[in-house]
């Protein structure tokens, strides 16, 4: 069948009308910046204080792209009688994001919650070795990880947050049976000034008198 003269330019016509109708899909980046879901996968930020240096997330790391140095530092025993501990020290934690391909198994298999996912992506480097980042970007970047989503309301109490509450009311209340104790206890006397004596002053001679009742002048 031969096709119709002038249907090839309709037909092209028709899909340009077709697509100018459709809503773009086109990120004008970098004047405009792209609206990301909060957990993307952007970069890992690191929270050290949760860091205990057990090495899973460099271990478990299919790139090897996690650098951990420390050292081991001795504690002294809490109580008198008690045993020194001897507890890990962080000296070097680093990402070489040029290596890493975001497969989130290090935030995953980390036992105490350091490292997190943040949806900042804006880190590109000319030079490679930029991309490497040391332990005080990554805390840098904590500041960019955002807020947990809200907990189911029927979810049971985290363990850290029922602990937490447990202490604070254990202090309030030790503060408030304090307080009440020093508002029971009788206002301590002023301490006697220096007033006029009151001790036994010179007086009228109360000594033996003359002699009464027997033995009068004979
Ligand atoms: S996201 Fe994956 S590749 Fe990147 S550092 Fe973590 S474990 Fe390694
Ligand atoms: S797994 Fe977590 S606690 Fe262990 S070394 Fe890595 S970041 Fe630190």
Request: proline letters at 13%.
């Amino acid at each position: 069948m031969t096709p119709i003269p002038g249907s090839g330019l309709a037909k092209g016509l028709a899909v340009t009308l077709r697509t100018m109708t459709r809503k773009s899909v086109t990120a004008q980046y970098p004047d405009v910046l792209p609206e990301l879901p909060p957990r993307s996968r952007g970069v890992i930020g690191l929270f050290e204080e949760n860091c205990t240096v057990c090495m899973l997330c460099a271990r478990e790391c299919p790139d090897w792209c996690i650098y951990i140095d420390s050292h081991k530092e001795t504690v002294p025993a809490a109580a008198p009688g008690g045993r020194e501990r001897s507890r890990n020290v962080l000296d070097r934690f680093a990402i070489d994001f040029s290596l890493c391909m975001y497969c989130g198994i290090c935030i995953e298999v980390c036992p105490f919650d350091a490292l997190f996912w943040s949806p900042e992506f804006e880190y590109a480097e000319t030079d490679i070795h930029e991309l490497t980042h040391e332990r005080d970007k990554l805390r840098e970047w904590m500041w960019t990880v955002p807020a947990p989503p809200p907990l189911d309301p029927g979810a049971e109490e985290p363990k850290e947050v029922a602990a937490a509450r447990k202490a604070a009311e254990k202090l309030a209340a030790a503060e408030a049976a304090e307080a009440a104790a020093a508002a029971e206890t009788p206002a301590t006397p002023d301490p006697p000034g220096p007033g006029p004596a009151t001790g036994p002053g010179p007086g009228p001679a109360s000594g033996p008198g003359p002699a009464s009742g027997e033995g009068g002048p004979a």
